[in-house]
């Protein structure tokens, strides 16, 4: 069984630039949620997709993007980038049946805004 | 609002000395609290799953516990290679699965 992977590892960028990260789920989950965890915090919710829709979205603002695909990876595009945003992106896969689902996190993708 | 606050920020403990770590939480109807183990720069990993109070679990020297208001992590006997950050994690019933997370417990476990 393929656990979470997500790429790139670490990626360095300026202001004002864009950004996109991805995401492969585990073989047999269809939803993916993602976060971000700045340095010595707790990771906080962006959104989840479930079955290519947007599915729910926390307290990010709209240059904060996604997209997942027909095989259930998926893309966080992040456009204008601030120097906040610099934080360890995760990438959560779970299977949503019943009313709870276990999230089985990836390594990350540590970004870095200058 | 849901909320989940851990303690004690930080845990020192010297090896073969159990402690407990807690996770008080308020969440309009728990559908789920999770444990995760996180290593410096790493993914969480997923550790445990309670579902109702008075649920418990285990796993090799660690014990998870949940009542109405709390949880707690029990480390029995810790090693060195025990020392991580342990976060816990709320679902409530809001319509969709996100995760709250506390800040979490970075445990060092000394020789």
């Known amino acids: 069984e393929t656990g979470v992977t997500q790429s790139p590892t670490h990626l360095i960028k300026t202001r004002g630039q864009q950004v996109t990260l991805r995401c492969s789920s585990q073989?047999?989950?269809?939803?993916v949620s993602w976060y971000q965890q700045a340095l010595g915090q707790g990771p906080q919710f962006i959104f989840q997709?479930?079955?290519?829709?947007?599915?729910g979205r926390g307290n990010f603002p709209p240059r904060f993007s996604g997209l997942q695909f027909p095989n259930y990876s998926s893309e966080l595009n992040v456009n204008a980038l601030e120097l906040d945003d610099s934080a360890l992106y995760l990438c959560a896969s779970s299977m949503s049946e019943g009313s709870t689902d276990t999230q089985y996190f990836g390594p990350g993708t540590r970004l870095t805004v200058l | 609002e849901d909320q989940v606050t851990q303690s004690p920020e930080a845990l020192r403990l010297q090896e073969g000395e159990s402690s407990s770590l807690n996770c008080s939480y308020t969440v309009s109807g728990l559908r789920g609290l999770f444990w995760y183990r996180q290593d410096p720069g790493k993914g969480p990993e997923f550790l445990f799953t309670l579902y109702s109070a008075g649920e418990e679990k285990e796993k090799e020297r660690l014990k998870a516990t949940l009542t109405k208001k709390e949880s707690f992590l029990h480390i029995t006997a810790p090693k060195p290679e025990d020392s991580a950050t342990y976060l816990c994690?709320?679902?409530?019933?809001?319509?969709?699965?996100?995760?709250?997370f506390g800040a979490g417990t970075r445990l060092a476990v000394h020789p």
């Open positions: 997709y479930y079955r290519e829709e947007e599915n």
């Open positions: 073989s047999g989950h269809n939803t």
């Open positions: 994690a709320v679902q409530g019933s809001g319509g969709y699965n996100k995760l709250i």
